[in-house]
């Protein structure tokens, strides 16, 4: 994992306080209200304290692993604080965000699933920025299965994996799925990309067994 993984996220927390520091420059040319202004310039301090975070952590770390990419916060807060930090692109693009957690789900603890999920909604947004048309919606559900396990699933009506459009930079077969597989099979857990049963999209789905994901 390293310093690529390392890379890979701080570059996505960065691009995230950029959109939000150029949609708030923008807000203040149109003389938007204050408090729209004031929320995309949170956003983009929350995004930087985050990476301060990380890069604190990756000094303290020893091994580089998956503690440097673990969470203390509840799955519902790790779903939440990501779609914060997606919010600029959800914002630019036009489209609809739908969480469907479990009650149980939502409380479990995140582990360093966050990382899993904020590159699959920012895939997921970015290959339905690519079709280039409205009606964009990005649709996360989680489920705990009979086996035991935690079933998350981000599902959108953006270019498929297969599809012919090119998705080069949103459909995530480049590092950050690579780093998403690596945190999940530490986890014991499985990660697939595919297409919706519709042909009109993609769902990238992530099994963990919950005894993966308990606080030490």
């Not at 994992?1 to 939000?20: F, K, T, W, Y």
């Not at 969470?71 to 519902?76: A, F, V, W």
């Amino acid at each position: 994992m390293g310093v690529n993984a390392l890379a890979h996220e701080m570059n996505s927390l960065l691009d995230g306080s950029m959109r939000s520091l150029r949609l708030a420059q923008s807000a203040l040319a149109d003389d938007q209200p204050r408090q729209a202004i004031a929320q995309r310039l949170q956003i983009a301090q929350d995004a930087m304290q985050s990476m301060s975070d990380l890069l604190e952590r990756a000094m303290n770390s020893t091994s580089g692993g998956v503690d440097l990419f673990t969470s203390h916060r509840t799955m519902r807060e790790e779903i939440q604080w990501c779609l914060t930090l997606v919010k600029p692109m959800v914002d630019e693009v036009g489209l609809a965000f739908i969480v469907d957690l479990a009650p149980e789900v939502g409380n479990l603890h995140a582990g360093p699933l966050g990382v899993v999920l904020l590159n699959g909604f920012r895939n997921a947004i970015q290959a339905i920025q690519v079709l280039g048309r409205p009606g964009g919606v990005v649709r996360v559900e989680g489920r705990i299965n009979e086996e035991g396990s935690l079933r998350l699933r981000i599902i959108d009506n953006g270019a498929g994996p297969d599809s012919d459009t090119d998705t080069t930079s949103g459909r995530g077969h480049g590092i950050g799925l690579s780093i998403s597989h690596l945190l999940v099979d530490a986890l014991d857990g499985s990660l697939q990309l595919q297409n919706t049963p519709s042909g009109r999209g993609a769902i990238l789905e992530l099994k963990v067994p919950l005894r993966s994901l308990e606080k030490e």
